[in-house]
């Protein structure tokens, strides 16, 4: 269950659902403290998902509550009490449910819809009963995500939305930019920002802009750390990383500058050498890379030479 990055909120609903489960004193955490912790958290996308869905949830904890194993005859061996094979499902349908919303990240979203989908759940009938189905959540949760600013990553069938100012982009630049919106959210950033554009190009390590870079004989693990340091000092005191990732104003400089690459280097189509260059007009990302005496003007030297 370590293969997605769980949102802070969704690690805090997990940990409200254990001091659940000690509250009333049962050894395993279950679906319905899951649940519990979701309505205790009070926050994010799932409880927005709720009120969309007309679900009471005053009527809802006590009724979630009421389904709990009785309590055990010994005290529970807390706090790190371990999860029920219907809470690891859950879990589980969670990451599904993200790939195929096209999402790289976990949230209390996904998590409510992993409570719902699994039929074998107890808590099904009762969400059913107060109107809460799998198709009225997955409906609610695109409608309230269905933002054309937010870049999505690629979902389990590839296919990749976004780029909303990069049209006609080749797949390899979209993932490297859905590559970036995962990077962002793991850091807690609120916006999408050149240094995690920068950061996801150097993961990638293919197409022309590595090329490049390879060609120059980089030290990736020094520019990498350099980007990350980077974003540390320019995240906010406040952020939280089930926020949704936004463009910021510097990104969106960066892909129009990205236009301009392309048509002074003469291509058909932008590309992530495009993405490389443009990124390197960007403060944060040059003085980065000018750590290892890599700057601009020899990138794009290199970048014309190897496209001949």
Known sequence: MNGYNFTE???????????????????????EHIMLGLLREGEGVANVVLERCGVDVDTLGPKIEALAEPPASRPALGPDLPYASRAKRTLELSMSEARELGHSYVGTEHLLMGL??????????????LGLTVDRARAAIVEILGDTNVISAPGSRDDLIGMPLVPNAPERLRRVMATAYSVAGTLGATELSPVHAALALLQHRDG??????????????????????????????????EV????????????????????ALGSAAPGTQHLLLALLGDKQVADSFAQQGLRVERVRDEVRRLSG
């Open 9 to 31: 909120r969704v690690r805090k609903v997990l940990s409200i659902a254990r001091e659940e489960a000690l509250r009333l004193q049962n050894e395993y955490v279950a679906p």
């Open 116 to 129: 719902v989908r699994d039929d074998k759940n107890k808590l099904v009938p009762v969400l059913k009963e």
């Open 244 to 263: 949704r990732v936004k463009v910021s104003g510097a990104l969106q400089a960066v892909l129009l500058r990205l236009h301009d690459e392309q048509r």
């Open 208 to 241: 022309a802009g590595n090329a490049a870079l390879d060609s120059l004989r980089i030290n990736r693990d020094a520019i990498t750390e350099a980007l990350q340091q980077a974003a540390s000092l320019d995240k906010g005191p406040e952020i939280s990383p």
